[in-house]
């Protein structure tokens, strides 16, 4: 299985600055038709997971543009320009160019 | 709007069959751009990816190596859902379940799970 691997774990962030998260994969996430199979979800408490990005740095729908993706292959990041404090939560990376899907472990994000 | 509504019971025994249904409004299970997936989250596990069912000009499912000897997840045109069996369930398997739907452009990529069911705590115990 591909490993997904997150820093940092846990983020505490003012009201207005930038927030930024990592996520490494144990493998290349290029696939053969040339698309990266990697995407971004964020879970708010008591809620399921919610898409935010796809393939790298594409926001979903509805998503505010002041989160933004990018890496390619092994390496990538998101990063939240100005955060709001709706944006608290839990910030998971995963993969699916090759199953089983996988997960990162998750970067709890809280406001200061 | 696509919702999935997921049903099914919280509590399971050990080693008796869990079982859980998806019911979909918004989009259909025979959909040639969707996959419809169970995954589920827990404290030792974290997000875990189960399997996935979906329609292109014929149905295929995929099943995370972890649980395929004892998983079946099911389509349901007639109602327009899908379902989740897990056999011989054991404490591991205690863990909110969520239904998602993978969602797929003209040519088959996957642009993530865009819409998930609210989630199911279940609970493996006597």
Not at chain 1, 4 to 22: E, H, K, N, R
Not at chain 2, 76 to 89: A, I, R
Request: glycine share 8%; hydrophobic share 30%; charged share 15%.
């Amino acid at each position: 299985d591909i490993v997904m691997t997150q820093t940092p774990l846990s983020l505490s962030v003012t009201p207005g600055q930038p927030a930024s998260i990592s996520c490494r994969s144990s493998q290349s996430l290029l696939n053969s038709d040339g698309r990266t199979y990697f995407y971004w979800y964020l879970q708010k408490p008591g809620q399921p997971p919610q898409l935010l990005i796809y393939e790298v740095s594409n926001r979903f729908s509805g998503v505010p543009d002041r989160f933004s993706g990018s890496g390619s292959g092994t390496a990538f990041t998101l990063k939240i320009s100005r955060v709001e404090a709706e944006d608290v939560g839990v910030y998971y990376c995963m993969q699916s160019v090759q199953l089983p899907y996988t997960f990162g472990q998750g970067t709890k994000l809280e406001i200061k | 709007q696509v919702q999935l509504q997921q049903s099914g019971p919280g509590l399971v025994k050990p080693s008796q069959t869990l079982s859980l249904t998806c019911a979909i409004s918004g989009d259909s299970v025979s959909s040639k751009t969707a996959a419809w997936n169970w995954i589920r989250q827990s404290p030792s596990r974290g997000l875990e990816w189960l399997g996935r069912t979906y329609y292109r000009s014929k149905w295929y499912t995929d099943y995370a190596v972890s649980v395929r000897s004892r998983i079946t997840i099911n389509p349901d045109t007639s109602k327009n859902q899908f379902s989740l069996q897990l056999n011989s369930v054991t404490p591991e398997d205690t863990a909110v379940y969520y239904c998602a739907r993978g969602s797929y452009d003209s040519s088959n990529y996957h642009q993530g799970d865009d819409y998930w069911g609210q989630g199911t705590l279940v609970t493996v115990s006597s």
